[in-house]
């Protein structure tokens, strides 16, 4: 088991940063990529960014060149640094941890709540 913990969600306001943290513990060998999603009310959990053990990285295009994914393996940490924030941008934000190989084990933090407004 892989537990998640999520922080620096907030209010901030439009052009504003917020920089989300997701630090795991337990099973982390198990694991070979971490990621952002996020909700918004009435909508589906989309993709916002990943990064693997090999710190390759990728984007949903309406994030890229606003939003870094960042990973501190010594504090098996990801961070999400968020630049330029839009009123689109609010909703839960959502830390996931996977693998790419069987057992193909899949985790999901708690959630935390970014609103982006003025």
């Known amino acids: 088991q892989v537990q998640l913990v999520e922080s620096g969600g907030g209010l901030v306001q439009p052009g504003g940063s917020l920089r989300l943290s997701c630090a795991a513990s337990?099973?982390?060998?198990?694991?070979?990529?971490m990621g952002w999603y996020r909700q918004a009310p009435g909508k589906q959990r989309d993709l916002v960014a990943t990064?693997?053990?090999?710190?390759?990285?990728n984007y949903a295009d309406s994030v890229k060149g606003r939003f870094t994914i960042s990973r501190d393996n010594a504090k098996n940490t990801v961070y999400l640094q968020m630049n330029s924030l839009k009123p689109e941008d609010t909703a839960v934000y959502f830390c996931?941890?996977?693998?790419?190989?069987?057992?193909?084990?899949?985790?999901w933090g708690q959630g935390t709540q970014v609103t982006v407004s003025p």
């Open positions: 996931k941890a996977y693998s790419t190989y069987s057992p193909y084990s899949n985790y």
């Open positions: 337990g099973d982390i060998l198990s694991i070979n990529v």
């Open positions: 990064i693997t053990n090999s710190f390759n990285t």
